[in-house]
């Protein structure tokens, strides 16, 4: 073979390889041989970013719980009480339930129930009397409903009764093939559900509150479920009645039918989900037949499952997607999935760390459209922000900050979470910086940040060196409030600096730039501690064996980009040692060893192990990344793979697939690092789909813990910069194009 052949052969090679390399089933799913029993642990989450539920899969009763974001008690709560009943803030509510008691209930065999986290479809198998027996369902976002199909592969298969219940105190309605029920929460909030039921043989007729079905070969349920609430503060946050709505969708599914339902969810679902692809290794044959629940018990006591790494992973997505979808509300404390009406801390929206998790990963992982609720959600919540922040600070005070906690009608609750506004911000900002859509950028971010930082501009306190503070801080939730708290001034420093990036990219404000670049040179900077620590006060009052929970003052790291290894070595240092210490693992000793085990107390929290998780990604650590990634499935995450704080919350889940992502590939400076923080448990491997700040999507292949290649596709063109240890190249991309780069990040393939 000449050399020319030899050179076109090894770039197919190289970038037939790029990509999703090993041959894996794309499905992927959560199983279990026994029905559910406790709703958070055990029970499995549909959701189309509106409507969601949780399936049970029991074989005499079936039980159906649901849920719709907006059905809230509360009202706007100027004051910021935190009241969670029928008014003040109030809390997020559980809609109701779906309960179906079959006749049989004679002994079953060959039981399966799943979740399929690729395509959102729940499916519950079993056999009876000799009958096989398949139940699934869905929640559809192009069609807006929930649907479930109950089948057997006889006829006259099941008979039994169907029941719809409200949890708010509705009285529930049957009618032929049909049970709905309409009702008004103490805070004027309208809420109602109906319930559609097709047979296919047999037959249906209602008695009293319930729909009776005998000897039926399948049934087809739609639901709908909604309440009059409008994001619109002008609107009072009340909109049209919810029932001639809940009619139009309900009777537009039914003509449809079920099978081009499903069709439409999958490929709706699954457009979002299959656009990241991951592989850090397999499983042993042993443990890959394994359910879910028996693999997270074999992983917990010291097993190896990269497979159940990589489910975690898509798991955070598939969540994600299916409980923040366009045109809806962002996720919750909860996601999407409530069943109390007093849930932890109200099911709200905590902006000191925790909806910001929420949405850590939704850019880099692909899914940028779910983080325009969240968006839409700081738009709408401006004015009544605004309003409360002048009642607090003064009526000439420009701009706006919000309290811990917000309810969906403008509200705040708890304590004042001073720059609560500074970290909305950045996420307003990492939109743009991951698609660059200038005309978002104008519309949209450009003037919320700038707001911010007139708020800012207002409210810095000026020592007498100067230097400029934060006042009256909290480092969440640890310690005084006080002047120059850590946290506080990182999160106004990337303020500042996303301004900067922003009014740059639109080429406007130019005296203001100057301004807001002068705030932040004066800004109160980060200090170094008398053990070596970054400090999280101005005051050095740090305690080496302090295992709280948060890690606020590291926010410069993640998900902030003030501090880094390569640019502050010094700063990252002492980040490396704080971080240490908060895990129970204090000492000066760089060999002490660092396990899962050794992170303790109140170190093992949901959302504690993803944050810590990311922030080692950042200063480059992945073996300690991978640690935190043990712990989180280890201490934290129940059967059904829901995290657990205590109580269930689901930052962690979002959380870990944020970090997850950081430890392949960062792009928070002006070059996208490859690899950044790989741990040796993956060691060959390839993922698909990730993406970069400035418009980039990365496939990337590595052997041995070693780049093979990599591909670059351009979504809006520009410069594109790429680092991979001590290989760096810079290159011009159109937008549209690929282009493929083998392991010393030389281009070998223009596509």
């Known amino acids: ?57 029991g074989v005499e009763r079936e039980i159906i719980q649901f849920n719709e974001q907006s059905l809230w008690s509360g009202d706007n709560n100027w004051d910021g009480e935190y009241e969670t009943g029928d008014h003040g803030f109030g809390s997020y509510r559980n809609f109701g339930d779906i309960t179906i008691d079959f006749t049989d209930k004679s002994a079953y065999s060959n039981y399966s129930r799943s979740l399929n986290i690729s395509t959102g479809i729940h499916q519950t198998n079993f056999t009876q009397n000799n009958i096989k027996i398949s139940r699934e369902g869905f929640a559809s976002y192009p069609d807006q409903v929930m649907v479930f199909e109950y089948k057997t592969n006889v006829k006259k298969g099941f008979s039994g009764t169907i029941s719809l219940h409200s949890a708010q105190g509705a009285i529930s309605k049957a009618a032929i093939n049909s049970l709905s029920f309409i009702g008004e929460m103490p805070n004027k909030l309208k809420y109602a559900a109906k319930l559609l039921v097709q047979n296919n043989g047999g037959k249906i007729r209602f008695e009293g509150d319930k729909l009776i079905f005998e000897n039926c070969n399948a049934l087809t349920l739609i639901l709908d479920a909604r309440t009059n609430y409008k994001a619109d503060f002008k609107s009072d946050w009340r909109g049209e009645d919810p029932m001639p709505r809940i009619e139009k969708e309900i009777a537009a599914a039914k003509a449809r039918g079920y099978e081009k339902l499903k ?28 359910p879910t629940d028996e693999r997270l018990k074999k992983y917990a006591a010291g097993g190896v499952d990269p497979d159940l790494e990589e489910t975690m992973f898509q798991y955070g997505r598939y969540l994600l997607a299916s409980s923040s979808r366009r045109g809806g509300l962002p996720a919750n404390l909860q996601g999407l999935w409530n069943d109390s009406n007093t849930p932890a801390w109200a099911s709200d929206y905590h902006n000191n760390i925790n909806i910001q998790m929420n949405y850590w ?33 003064g009526e000439k005070t420009r701009g706006w900050t919000a309290r811990t906690s917000q309810n969906i009608f403008g509200g705040n609750g708890w304590e004042w979470n001073i720059p609560a506004s500074a970290w909305y911000a950045q996420h307003v900002y990492e939109h743009w910086a991951f698609t660059k859509d200038n005309y978002y950028l104008r519309q949209t971010a450009y003037p919320i940040i700038k707001e911010v930082c007139e708020y800012w501009e207002d409210n810095l306190k000026t020592m007498p060196n100067g230097q400029l503070m934060v006042p009256n801080g909290w480092s969440p939730e640890h310690g005084p409030r006080e002047d120059g708290v850590m946290m506080d001034q990182q999160l106004v420093w990337d303020l500042f600096q996303n301004y900067l990036d922003a009014a740059k990219a639109l080429n406007i ?8 670049l002068d705030m932040q040179s004066r800004l109160a900077p980060n200090k170094i501690g008398k053990w070596g620590q970054l400090q999280e006060w101005q005051v050095d009052r740090d305690d080496p064996n302090d295992e709280h929970r948060h890690t606020s003052h590291l926010f410069g790291v993640y998900p902030g ?74 201490y934290n995450t129940l059967p059904n793979l829901f995290c657990n704080h205590p109580p269930f919350q689901l930052d962690g889940n979002f959380g870990i697939t944020a970090a997850m992502a950081e430890m392949l590939i960062q792009s928070q400076t002006e070059k996208i690092q490859l690899l950044p923080a790989l741990p040796k448990t993956w060691k060959d ?24 290649n990599a591909k670059v596709f351009s979504k809006t063109g520009g410069v594109c910069k790429l680092q991979n240890g001590k ?23 223009k596509k």
């Open 1 to 57: 073979m000449n050399k020319i052949k030899l050179a076109a052969l090894l770039v197919i090679v190289l970038f037939n390889t790029s990509g999703s390399f090993a041959q894996k089933n794309p499905d992927i799913k959560l199983w279990y041989k026994e029905p559910a029993k406790k709703w958070s642990a055990e029970a499995l989450p549909i959701g189309n970013g509106r409507l969601g539920a949780m399936f049970f899969g």
């Open 727 to 749: 290989n760096n190249i810079e290159i011009s991309t159109q937008a549209g194009k690929s282009y493929t780069f083998n392991a010393e990040l030389k281009e070998i393939l």
């Open 509 to 516: 404000d130019a005296d203001y730039q100057k301004k807001v």
């Open 263 to 290: 069709a439409a969810h999958i490929k709706d679902l699954s457009s979002l989900l299959s656009r990241v692809y991951l592989n850090i290794g397999n499983a042993d044959a042993a443990t890959s037949v394994l």
């Open 561 to 634: 980009r003030q501090i880094s290894s390569s640019v502050t070595p010094e700063l990252a240092k002492g980040a490396i040692l704080s971080l240490r210490s908060r895990s129970g693992n204090f000492g000066k000793n760089e060999n002490t060893p660092f396990t899962v085990e050794s992170t303790v107390g109140d170190s093992r929290r949901s959302w504690t192990w993803p944050w810590r998780c990311a922030i080692w990604a950042r200063l480059g650590e992945g073996d300690r990344a991978e640690i935190m990634i043990r712990g989180l499935l280890t």
């Open 685 to 708: 491997g390839d993922v698909k789909g990730l993406c970069a700040r400035g418009g980039f999507e990365i496939d990337m292949k590595w052997k041995e813990g070693k780049l093979v």
């Open 361 to 393: 990963g939704v850019e880099s992982t692909n899914l940028s459209e779910c983080h325009l609720p969240l968006i839409d959600f700081i738009v709408a919540a401006q004015e009544p922000c605004r309003i409360a922040t002048r009642r607090a600070f």
